[in-house]
């Protein structure tokens, strides 16, 4: 079984930077493919960022050349550097890593852009 757990939201003003973390158990965490995903109020679930076990990253459009994903396989971590941040960036952050064929969704982290 694998848990994904996400730390490092919070309230942050415009042009700011948060770094988000997603820690998870098992052997074969350095396997994986790790996303983030983002849902804002009424809206749907949609994609940031992935990363594979190779390190190949895909990214939205929306936060190209502002967030960037990485992994450290020694401590199971997904990380979220998110650099000038703007309002629209609010939403519950969610880490998704696939153990194939099992999706696991951690419970999310707020972020909140606001001045």
């Known amino acids: 079984q694998v848990q994904p757990v996400e730390s490092g939201g919070g309230l942050v003003q415009p042009g700011g930077s948060l770094r988000l973390s997603c820690a998870a158990s098992?052997?074969?965490?350095?396997?994986?493919?790790v996303g983030w995903y983002r849902q804002a109020p009424g809206k749907q679930r949609d994609l940031v960022a992935t990363i594979t076990y190779s390190n190949r990253t895909i990214y939205a459009d929306s936060v190209k050349g502002r967030f960037t994903i990485s992994r450290d396989n020694t401590k199971n971590t997904v990380y979220l550097q998110m650099n000038s941040l703007k309002p629209e960036d609010t939403a519950v952050y969610y880490c998704?890593?696939?153990?194939?064929?099992?999706?696991?969704w951690g419970q999310g982290t707020q972020v909140t852009v606001s001045s």
């Open positions: 098992g052997s074969r965490f350095s396997t994986n493919t």
């Open positions: 998704n890593i696939l153990s194939v064929p099992q999706h696991y």
